[in-house]
């Protein structure tokens, strides 16, 4: 019998053996490859093995085809690709959109997202929403996207409130300030933004009258509860901000000789029981509800100033700048780091700085900048609406700092800004945008995709819906003197 024959009973351990260890060997270089190709590695035609990179593409509208180097690849956005080091042009294409392109430099083993690219319709076809017999003096959107507030020409204490939330057919309703809200003005008065809370019930506008101010916090919700802040706080600030983005809680700087440059906490509910904060600032910008970020004398060198940033119970001195007319000044928060920027205008230098209170506690108080941008007399400085990005600006001079992948551009820009525009707002993360030859004209952060759009004045923000599929502008009209508010979808009909 065979179970019985040794001779057999070899044989059949040398066939299981040699079994095991085939399968091992399989398993062996299934797991090779599995990770092989989870780190971007793969084989050449020649049969060598090379490093891949991943790239993630996306798009808004969703699906696009993706070309790269000309040659239709068989994704679409959403979409990851790997791809071996080197340059490659790119270029997403959807029927009835402009194409978005753009050149990547590629290396081995990187990880790169592009999740941004946003398709403009070819056509634009403009709706007239609402007419106005002149100009509307003031215009400001929240920051959910959804409310438009924009003063009716003639009147300065009744607005149209605009609800966006069906941009197609978007709902107004008239708001009406208290009488008696406003100090009278007996020559001329305006309105200028100041800040919306982050409730988007509540904005601070400051009232110009007769060539003074008062700020004045405008309830959109309950026009009744409008407050004059000056009236309740007690006070004449030359500025006034929120602390936190709370509607009641504020930052009062006064200016003045007597004041010695004073920054001032208070709230509606103490009224006028101001607190000391900062002394001797010159510029500042808050973030969150403990940390100020500020330039000041106090404690500077002969000739310089100090850029300080005060966090809980700790403050420390980023660095010194140059004495200046004027400071920017900004921070943010990003993937969960604080992230600095500011400079004085008089030399165009913007330091960026990552997680200087971080590094001021680990490296024995020495912080290091993460870049340094540069743009003559710089007059704007912003973060993007996702702080991934932050802009230093003159007019078309541009200088952006790209926080996730810590890359830096410079670039100037051909087409000149309309008056009375000072500089680019962000039209989201990664766009900016301002109105050139009466057009609105948009580009991603680095200048690439530059579009010319739809009729726009450049007395006005652009205002774009929430999801962006339609955009909205304050125009002149065909009859003379007068205006009106124009909607263009930014998706083509069978997309709405």
């Known amino acids: 019998m065979d179970y019985l024959d040794p001779k057999k009973q070899l044989l059949d351990t040398v066939v299981l053996a040699i079994g095991y260890i085939l399968v091992a060997l399989a398993i062996t270089i299934a797991t090779i490859i599995l990770v092989e190709q989870s780190y971007g590695f793969g084989l050449a035609k020649n049969g060598t093995v090379i490093q891949n990179g991943l790239v993630f593409f996306s798009s808004q509208p969703n699906p696009a085809s993706i070309y790269i180097n000309g040659v239709l690849n068989s994704n679409t956005t959403d979409a990851r690709l790997f791809l071996p080091s080197g340059v490659y042009n790119v270029s997403l294409f959807r029927t009835g959109y402009r194409s978005w392109q753009r050149t990547i430099v590629f290396d081995a083993g990187r990880v790169e997202h592009f999740d941004y690219p946003f398709l403009f319709p070819k056509t634009l076809v403009t709706k007239k929403v609402q007419a106005y017999n002149a100009a509307p003096g003031f215009v400001t959107q929240s920051p959910s996207r959804q409310w438009l507030l924009l003063e009716q020409p003639g009147s300065i204490s009744t607005f149209d ?47 110009d009258y007769d060539g003074k101010t008062e700020y004045i916090l405008v309830d959109r919700a309950n026009p009744t509860q409008s407050v004059n802040l000056n009236n309740a706080l007690g006070t004449n600030p030359a500025k006034l901000t929120l602390n936190n983005k709370k509607y009641d809680q504020y930052y009062l700087y006064n200016t003045n000789a007597a004041s010695d440059n004073l920054l001032q906490t208070a709230s509606l509910a103490t009224g006028s029981v101001l607190t000391p904060y900062v002394h001797d600032v010159l510029a500042y910008q808050s973030y969150g509800n403990n940390t100020m970020l500020y330039v000041t004398t106090d404690g500077a060198p002969s000739g ?89 600006e003159n007019g078309t001079n541009f200088a952006v700092y790209d926080n996730q992948n810590a890359k830096a551009y410079s670039y100037k820009t051909q087409l000149p800004l309309d008056s009375p525009q000072l500089h680019a707002s962000w039209m989201d993360g990664d766009r900016l945008a301002y109105v050139s030859g009466g057009k609105l004209i948009v580009f991603d952060y680095d200048s690439t995709n530059l579009q010319s759009l739809m009729s726009a004045d450049g007395t006005y923000s652009p205002v774009f819906s929430t999801n962006y599929s339609y955009e909205f502008d304050l125009v002149p009209s065909p009859a003379a003197g007068k205006f009106e508010l124009d909607r263009t979808p930014l998706l083509i009909p069978s997309d709405l």
């Open 161 to 207: 409130l605009y609800d966006l939330k069906n941009p197609a057919s978007p709902v107004v309703t008239t708001l009406t300030l208290p009488a008696n809200l406003l100090t009278h003005a007996t020559a001329s008065e305006s309105w200028q933004l100041e800040e919306w809370a982050d409730d988007n019930q509540h904005v601070v506008l400051t009232h």
């Open 304 to 392: 310089k100033v100090s850029l300080k940033l005060l966090s809980g119970s700790q403050t420390i001195t980023i660095r010194t700048l140059p004495i200046s007319p004027s400071y920017l000044v900004n921070l943010t928060g990003y993937n969960g780091v604080l992230y600095v920027a500011a400079g004085a205008t008089s030399d165009g230098q913007i330091y960026v700085y990552e997680n200087p209170i971080g590094q001021f506690n680990n490296q024995n108080g020495t912080i290091i900048p993460s870049q340094v941008l540069n743009v003559a007399q710089p007059n704007y400085l912003s973060f993007s609406d996702n702080a991934q990005f932050i802009v230093e």
